[in-house]
């Protein structure tokens, strides 16, 4: 079939995504044949570019490593890149950037990254963290807070929204230590949150309809008003562009909004009342979103503001949370019981049962360093391991009743992070 223009002039596909040769041009990844180009910028503190950084790249499998320094306004450009996965991170003067996984590299075109420069980051990647599913808890110190969802930051802390406490909770893990931050709008619900490379921390109060940033040092927030529709906003990601990007589920947008003018710009998701939900940053360097409302996973570009729509072929389907692993995106199926992954090679769809079964509500989903993925159960009270190269899974047990986990993340040593509702605690999964 072919792809049809949406009114914002995206292109939708109606059923099994069927790219044309452009498209596929665009999005095809490792095996393709042909060059490409990866640019970017080397920024240090106070997002300032960096003179003269040194950028290491390699294909993500280690092989064909190599150097290049960035130019007086901190650019680099490395042409002539065998299209596929690469890996890549900048050092100056004793700092260096995490490093940026599986990037993708598309024959005939050019990939733009950031690298950002961070105090105490270690020269060397440390070796992944191998989970056992061990789960520790911690309980918030505010009573029936309504912790959401959790963030790590560039410093080791953990954050919460607290939803009916109308506050971000700071917990630092090895001290056990807690600190409370009230957002100035009363009943704005934190919902969704995500720390910038200095690790100031930006949510989405989805009560409000606000985005509000807290600046840690100094404990003040600062809100940005979002358009009359958009009332509540809800997961948040950064894109390549380094703007803050967020769904928005009642008003059927994405948004955009720039971190250093306050601009925001509204994309309108073709399908009406698909419902936006969770979004990441795929290998593509675009934003990838469910539409819990259509059963169908979106792909907007930030360069052209074009979207594309997957439908996926399973009755019923309600895709709920994602995450990318390689050339691929995982998700939950929140009404099928089930996980999914869409190839973003042949862009087809696989569909695998839960253990729990048809009713168990697989909701939250996060990859560990060593790409198995890990996601809950939100009905089953199941913590779930599925490693996508064996296809075998493992359940493990929550240790609180009713935890009712809707979103976890991965910090920088490789243990993951989970935001437990029914429970009012946040957990480590290690």
């Not at 992954?341 to 049962?353: A, C, G, I, M, N």
Request: charged content about 20%.
């Amino acid at each position: 079939m072919r792809p049809q223009k949406s009114p914002s002039g995206a292109l939708q596909h109606a059923g099994l995504a069927v790219a044309t040769a452009g498209l596929l041009l665009a999005l095809h990844v490792p095996a393709q044949p042909g060059t490409g180009t990866l640019a970017g910028v080397v920024l240090g503190p106070g997002d300032a570019p960096v003179a003269g950084a040194r950028v290491i790249v390699q294909q993500s499998d280690g092989a064909s490593p190599r150097a290049v320094r960035a130019d007086r306004s901190g650019r680099f450009r490395l042409r002539g890149l065998r299209a596929g996965l690469y890996d890549l991170r900048a050092q100056h003067s004793g700092m260096w950037s995490e490093w940026r996984h599986n990037v993708l590299v598309r024959a005939g075109r050019e990939t733009s990254v950031v690298l950002r420069l961070l105090p105490g980051v270690p020269a060397t990647e440390p070796v992944p963290l191998r989970l056992a599913g061990t789960v520790r808890e911690w309980e918030i110190p505010v009573a029936d807070a309504q912790p959401h969802d959790p963030a790590t930051d560039p410093a080791g802390n953990v954050w919460l929204t607290l939803m009916r406490a109308n506050q971000l909770a700071r917990l630092d893990p090895a001290t056990g230590q807690w600190k409370l931050f009230t957002a100035p709008t009363p009943n704005s619900a934190p919902h969704g949150l995500v720390s910038d490379s200095a690790g100031n921390i930006w949510y989405t109060a989805n009560g409000a309809g606000k985005i509000g940033r807290l600046d840690p040092a100094s404990g003040q927030i600062t809100e940005y008003s979002l358009p009359r529709d958009a009332g509540d906003p809800h997961t948040p990601v950064f894109g390549p562009d380094g703007a803050l990007w967020f769904t928005v589920q009642r008003a059927n947008q994405i948004l955009r909004l720039d971190p250093r003018s306050g601009a925001v710009r509204a994309y309108p998701v073709p399908t009406p009342d698909a419902r936006p939900y969770g979004i990441v940053l795929g290998p593509d360097q675009a934003l990838w979103f469910c539409e819990f409302g259509s059963g169908k996973l979106g792909r907007l570009d930030p360069n052209t503001g074009q979207f594309t729509e997957y439908r996926i072929p399973f009755e019923g389907a309600r895709p709920r949370r994602l995450v990318a692993r390689a050339a691929a995106i995982y998700y939950t199926d929140f009404a099928r019981g089930s996980i999914g992954q869409l190839d973003l090679v042949k862009f087809s769809f696989r569909e695998w049962p839960s253990p729990s079964g048809r009713s168990s509500q697989p909701y939250a989903i996060a990859a560990d360093a060593e790409g198995v993925l890990w996601y809950t159960e939100f009905n089953a009270n199941q913590l779930v391991r599925f490693d996508p190269e064996t296809e075998q899974f493992t359940r493990f047990a929550l240790p609180s009743p009713k935890s009712e986990v809707r979103h976890m993340v991965r910090d920088a040593s490789g243990r993951i992070w989970m935001a437990l509702s029914g429970a009012n605690k946040v957990a480590m999964i290690e």
